[in-house]
C-alpha cells in the first residue's frame, strides 16, 4: 500500500489549496480514509476523515466550513480542498487509510501513511 500527498505548498493568509492523496495497492472506495496534520513541536492532529463507501464526512471543529473532504474512486484518490487558511494551518498534512475503527481522530487507529505534504501560511 503507497500514499503520496501533493498540493502543499506556501500561500497568503485567506488562501486555499487542495491536497491530493495517490492510493496504490488499496482501492480507496473499499477503506476510510483520514487526513492528519502536524505541526513542529507538536502532536499529530486529525483534520477530517471520509467513510468512501457511504460518502459520510467528519470534520476537526477547527476546520468546519473551511475544509471539505472528498474522494474519486476512478482516480483513486481522497482530497482536502482548504480554504480561508489561516498561519495557524501551517503544518505537515498526511493522509491515512485502513482505519481499524474506533475514534477517527486517533492516528493509532490508522495502519498506512503518506509522507505528508507541507503547507505554510502566511
Known amino acids: 500500500v503507497q500514499l503520496v500527498e501533493s498540493g502543499g505548498g506556501a500561500v497568503q493568509t485567506g488562501g486555499s489549496l487542495r491536497l491530493s492523496c495517490a492510493a496504490s495497492g488499496i482501492a480507496v472506495d473499499n477503506f476510510c480514509m483520514g487526513w492528519f496534520r502536524q505541526a513542529p513541536g507538536k502532536g499529530r492532529e486529525a483534520v477530517a476523515h471520509?467513510?468512501?463507501?457511504?460518502?459520510?464526512?467528519y470534520y476537526a471543529d477547527f476546520v468546519k466550513g473551511r475544509f471539505t473532504i472528498s474522494h474519486d474512486k476512478v482516480k483513486n484518490a481522497v482530497y482536502l480542498e482548504m480554504s480561508n487558511l489561516q498561519p495557524e494551518d501551517s503544518a505537515m498534512y498526511y493522509c491515512a487509510t485502513s482505519y481499524r475503527g474506533g475514534d477517527w481522530e486517533s492516528p493509532l487507529n490508522y495502519k498506512y501513511w503518506g509522507q505528508g505534504t507541507q503547507v505554510t501560511v502566511s
Open positions: 471520509i467513510w468512501t463507501a457511504y460518502g459520510v464526512t
